[in-house]
């Protein structure tokens, strides 16, 4: 039987975990049925000379949740007493084993009785050294499953119950047996179904023999090493009637001020319900109504609090009657609407759900979804979400999904870098600090030399508003200054400005860093980020895997500039004279990845006849930049 998470049909009876106090007395219930019960137990492993393995019972569960049911079910759970192994440590590991039973008593016909940690953490089923679960000393749960049981490797432990799943009965022998085979104990969530009744047994009740074992070596220090599982046993809902229900189950409401209606089979006058209470995941369901139904039944109305998406129980409770109708998992909440690419007006609005709800395109197609989306930033970073920069500041990009199922900047970044302006993570792709401000300011005129592996820091240039019709522009060896008058065209010829990698990087790409370290920060707006060299989310595979590009081929070469991709060719800043060179025959695109190289980082590289996704170059050039969405 593999494992299972605990049933949560809507309706149905299920275990809920409560903490622990002794002071419930049986006269809270006002005669409800028990229709859940948990029962805990501490383990307890202490290493030393004379190791000891003591599952250590708690105490009965004081919290169990009363659910009205005209039958009169009853049921609890309970374990025999504590059980202790002792043994001593050695180099090759100790085997030490036990056994718990569990006692099930119930008047109903049939219950499901489940084993678990009574946590849900990561980790939660090591046992630690002093109960913390931060500690660094730890038994490890056994690699077997309940389905597959396994021999226990050193400084590991498990259970098993003979009989049952694929346990053999081993466990019995009066002696440990180091060939039995163990199961890691599920965490809470995921709490595994031991045993299924389908008849009654109030008195002397069921017993259910749980054995725990642990394998032991000195390599651990000597110390008490624990941890806390349950014992959970429900009424089996397939012989029970359903207890209530909620009306509607979803909503998209995450505000609140769903109507909700309880039904219950409390036959009562509505009039004599007195003081209703209903909590949607702890919190108040407003206004309570109490109505009858057409078969005389009590109805609760309810209006749903502000919560957001997932799904919560149900707790109404009728004070007069001393009635609590629990529904596990009863609403869910939702939320209907996830705004696609056309939805979204500025480029830090995108996320990856957006991105995902947006259609992706063939390959084959050169129309695909697009839309202007404003950088709040403006051209000069001082916009920020709350004023937006606008007029000649104002700054827009052309985004396209793609094939590869990305949405992409369809334009190169247009920024420019100011030593009086800070940018912060809530406009801008900072991952790893929350303000930057850079260094250097961007230049506006050429002349100025950066050093060829950027240990000089951040630089970046900006050419002015120049467009190359076609990506390809108009010339390839003149000076950077017989271009200024270059046509404007499309926005996606619009070459954009130049940066160094530490610039690119928002400085978190240094003139040490190498392979495989990746820049953490980008200058691109927030929600997007610099390309990957490899993976998902790279140039290699947006322009080699998807739309099936090559290098060392003029047909793919001209392809990179033609729509969808409409890549150009706006050479690069020469970090040894200041020069702009290649420009309409070249172009650069930097990534988020360092080479093995550390005067190097890695590019998308093209020219009329090349496509090379995977460059490396210097970290001084000044290349352009384009990005990705998150």
């Not at 590991?93 to 849900?120: C, E, F, Q, R």
């Amino acid at each position: 039987m593999s494992t299972k998470h605990l049933p949560s049909s809507r309706g149905k009876v299920h275990q809920k975990h409560f903490s622990v106090k002794r002071s419930f007395t049986q006269r809270l219930l006002n005669r409800a049925a028990l229709c859940s019960a948990v029962f805990f137990g501490a383990f307890v492993v202490t290493m030393g000379a004379a190791s000891v393995f003591t599952p250590q019972q708690g105490s009965y569960a004081d919290r169990i949740v009363a659910i009205n049911d005209p039958s009169g079910y009853t049921l609890t759970v309970s374990s025999a007493g504590s059980v202790t192994m002792q043994a001593s440590s050695t180099a090759t590991g100790t085997y030490v084993s036990g056994k718990d039973t569990v006692n099930i008593k119930t008047n109903a016909p049939g219950y499901l009785l489940y084993l678990s940690m009574n946590n849900d953490d990561t980790d939660g089923n090591r046992l630690y050294k002093d109960g913390v679960s931060t500690a660094t000393n730890y038994i490890s749960p056994t690699s077997g499953t309940w389905a597959v049981p396994a021999e226990l490797l050193n400084d590991s432990w498990g259970y098993a119950v003979t009989g049952a799943g694929s346990f053999d009965a081993s466990y019995d022998t009066p002696t440990p047996n180091p060939g039995s085979k163990w199961a890691a104990m599920p965490l809470r969530g995921s709490a595994q179904l031991i045993k299924t009744a389908t008849a009654a047994n109030a008195d002397p009740g069921d017993n259910v023999d749980v054995y725990y074992g642990v394998k032991a070596t000195t390599a651990l220090p000597a110390g008490v090493y624990s941890n806390t599982i349950s014992y959970t046993a429900v009424l089996n809902s397939g012989a029970i009637n359903d207890i209530a229900t909620i009306s509607p189950e979803r909503t998209n409401q995450l505000a609140g001020g769903q109507t909700v209606t309880i039904s219950t089979n409390l036959s009562a006058a509505a009039s004599g319900t007195g003081t209703i209470t209903v909590t949607i995941g702890g919190q108040t369901c407003a206004n309570p109504t109490a109505s009858n139904s057409g078969a005389g039944n009590v109805l609760i109305t309810c209006t749903t609090p502000q919560m957001s998406t997932g799904t919560y129980d149900v707790v109404a409770t009728i004070a007069d009657y001393g009635k609590t109708y629990y529904i596990p998992d009863g609403i869910e909440y939702y939320q209907d609407y996830v705004p696609t690419l056309a939805d979204i007006t500025y480029m830090h609005e995108m996320t990856s759900e957006v991105c995902a709800r947006t259609t992706t395109p063939m390959s084959s197609a050169t129309s695909v979804p697009e839309k202007s989306l404003i950088d709040v930033r403006g051209k000069d970073g001082t916009g920020t979400i709350e004023n937006p920069a606008t007029g000649t500041n104002q700054q827009t990009y052309l985004v396209r999904k793609l094939a590869d199922g990305n949405c992409w900047m369809a334009q190169n970044l247009n920024l420019n870098l100011s030593t009086a302006v800070s940018l912060n993570n809530t406009t801008t792709d900072l991952n790893s600090k929350t303000f930057w401000t850079p260094a250097v300011s961007t230049q506006t005129a050429v002349g100025t030399t950066w050093a060829q592996d950027g240990a000089d820091g951040i630089h970046s240039f900006e050419p002015g508003d120049i467009y190359f019709p076609n990506g390809v522009g108009t010339g390839t060896a003149d000076t950077y200054g017989n271009l200024t008058g270059a046509t404007s065209g499309a926005a996606y010829w619009h070459i954009g400005n130049y940066y160094n990698w530490p610039a690119a990087t928002a400085a978190s790409g240094t003139a040490t860093m190498v392979a495989p370290a990746i820049a953490s920060d980008s200058i691109c707006p927030k929600g997007w980020k610099l390309p990957d060299n490899e993976g998902t989310k790279s140039f290699i595979n947006l322009v080699f895997t998807t739309y099936g590009l090559q290098d060392n081929d003029a047909t793919s070469s001209t392809k990179l500039l033609a729509a969808p991709l409409n890549f150009v060719r706006s050479g690069h800043y020469y970090w040894s004279n200041g020069q702009v060179y290649n420009k309409g025959a070249y172009g650069h695109w930097w990534s988020t990845a360092a080479n093995s190289a550390a005067t190097y980082a890695q590019n998308l590289s093209t020219n009329s006849t090349r496509v090379i996704p995977q460059a490396a170059n210097y970290k001084g050039y000044g290349f352009t930049v384009r990005c990705v969405a998150r």
